[in-house]
């Protein structure tokens, strides 16, 4: 049986990912609305009604009207949208989050996309958190870089049109309330938000999250072959899983911290990094903000709820 998917707004940054990463599939059947009727709800509608999954590409409020929509009990749905990603009824669609959590994707009728920012404090946090090394109340800040096609449209047009002017390292959300935080605390399973503070660099895609740990004030301190060790135990227990943990090394530097060596796959790398004399560490993600950060993880998801191999469309 050929599975019916319609993305709602396609033609967005995320939409057009997903809809390439989907080129030339059999086992499913793209319908698009006309050019002339984008704005047309009930052709939208139809759509949605039509489709055995509904893809969501569009801003919160256009994703919840999009949701009360559908009027039938059988479409499913992948929200890549902030409106529904804590809320109850909807499954957290990082699969490699929990040993469980790919079963709970394949199982869910709705889906909530992930935000790219919060995927790499997720896998880093949760589970040293889960093991015992770090307690849920830990103070935790997390800084990222993302390429600037995270900021969709209008970001993308901003920078292109700057060229050589165009600020190479722009940090923003310094209010401290940017919208992926909710995510981050609830699934990094923290009892108090993290302090997050975001950056946007002069180049197009790719991101890294850095989760620095001053673990000085714990009663027992972690050393950081323990820290390393608890998140490669978690990740090796993952079948399928697009997340990989480097070898533990005392290093400098290294040129693997690229926040463009991802670009184009789904794939994500973890790295730890510590000094057991000081007590510190730094726990760090690299992956593709359009690809593990949005449009892979999204086809990874859809994947899971139709029963097919994970990787399909997938490269890795």
């Not at 030339?24 to 984008?38: A, L, M, P, T, Y």
């Not at 039509?50 to 256009?62: G, H, S």
């Not at 050589?164 to 309330?177: I, K, N, W």
């Amino acid at each position: 049986m050929v599975a019916k998917i319609f993305i709602d707004g396609e033609a967005g940054t995320t939409g057009l990912q997903i809809r390439e990463r989907l080129a030339g599939r059999r086992d499913i059947e793209v319908v698009s609305i006309d050019q002339d009727k984008r704005k047309d709800q009930s052709e939208r509608k139809r759509l949605l009604n039509l489709a055995d999954v509904a893809i969501l590409c569009l801003p919160d409020d256009a994703a919840k009207e999009s949701v009360s929509l559908i009027e039938n009990d059988t479409t499913r749905v992948i929200d890549a949208s902030t409106a529904y990603r804590v809320a109850e009824g909807w499954a957290y669609g990082f699969a490699e989050m929990d040993k469980a959590q790919s079963d709970v994707i394949a199982r869910a009728r709705f889906v909530s996309n992930p935000g790219c920012y919060p995927q790499g404090p997720i896998a880093t946090l949760r589970p040293l958190i889960a093991a015992g090394l770090l307690p849920a109340d830990f103070p935790i800040s997390v800084n990222a870089i993302s390429g600037y096609t995270g900021g969709g449209k209008s970001m993308i047009a901003e920078y292109e049109q700057a060229g050589d002017t165009a600020s190479e390292y722009m940090p923003y959300g310094l209010t401290f309330q940017h919208k992926h935080v909710p995510e981050m605390t609830r699934y990094s399973t923290l009892k108090h938000a993290p302090l997050f503070v975001p950056a946007v660099g002069d180049y197009a895609q790719g991101m890294v999250t850095f989760v620095p740990l001053q673990l000085g004030q714990l009663a027992k301190v972690p050393t950081g072959r323990e820290l390393h060790a608890a998140i490669a135990d978690h990740f090796a227990a993952i079948p399928n899983s697009f997340v990989e943990v480097a070898p533990y090394d005392e290093i400098a530097k290294t040129p693997e911290l690229d926040p463009e060596l991802y670009n184009n796959t789904n794939r994500m790398k973890l790295h730890v990094f510590a000094n057991d004399a000081r007590a510190q560490a730094l726990l760090v993600a690299v992956y593709d903000n359009l690809g593990k950060g949005a449009s892979g993880a999204a086809v990874q998801n859809l994947n899971l709820m139709l029963g097919v191999a994970g990787d399909t469309s997938l490269a890795a």
